[in-house]
């Protein structure tokens, strides 16, 4: 009976460790929810929580990422998702679908500002992933979508990565067929497009 216990408490003792870990709070779109890949061991998400654990970092990864997901749409869900896993560190992706859909600017500016404000509220840092759009959207269009990330980051002093597809979006060999989306090869690049950035809000 005794060594039954003993097994059963080796068991919980690591569950109830991670479950207590602060979490860092991934909450984007498809880029981040593992579209278009077989596993979801194959998202560079998984691949953060890997690197965390590798060098010593006691975090727990929480994947909130809805594909298709707008900055209205985050917006709305973001209270309860802060709510729930209660998050250290925020890494904020979402804009491409506003992109996508030529949605305003100011709208798109709105939204994340809104929702990293919420996330500072509830006690947590924020990493801000910024994206661009093909030049088929117009020059002014986009222009002012690449230069909105920089420009809430400025705004609000958070760190922003300008492009989280850089050294991926024009390689066929890293995307989908659908040019928008990393492929399995290529989701490694977005950790290290990541890393420099998110490194510094992390603590040992």
């Known amino acids: 009976m005794k060594r039954l216990l003993f097994l059963v408490m080796l068991f919980i003792a690591p569950v109830a460790a991670q479950a207590d870990a602060p979490v860092i709070l991934v909450y984007g779109d498809s ?28 975090y727990r990864v929480v994947n909130a990422s809805v594909s298709g997901e707008t900055t209205a749409g985050g917006l709305a869900r973001l209270p309860r998702a802060l709510t729930l896993h209660r998050p250290k560190i925020v890494v904020m992706e979402l804009g491409g679908n506003d992109g996508l859909r030529a949605l305003p600017i100011a709208q798109l500016k709105t939204n994340l500002t809104r929702m990293i ?8 840092e924020v990493l801000l992933l910024g994206m661009r759009m093909p030049p088929n959207y117009g020059p002014d269009y986009t222009e002012q979508f690449r230069t909105s990330f920089k420009d809430i ?26 040019g928008i989306h990393p492929n399995e090869q290529g989701q490694p690049k977005l950790l290290d497009n990541t890393w420099p950035l998110l490194q510094p809000l992390l603590r040992k």
Do not use: N
């Not at 404000?117 to 947590?124: C, I, N, S, V, Y």
């Open 31 to 58: 880029i981040s929810a593992c579209y278009g890949l077989a596993h979801v061991e194959q998202g560079w998400v998984a691949f953060l929580q890997t690197r965390l654990k590798q060098q010593g970092y006691g």
């Open 117 to 124: 404000d919420l996330a500072r509220e509830a006690g947590a």
């Open 153 to 178: 980051g400025r705004q609000e002093k958070i760190p922003v990565v300008p492009f989280l597809l850089d050294s991926l979006a024009l390689d066929p060999g890293l995307m989908q067929a659908d």
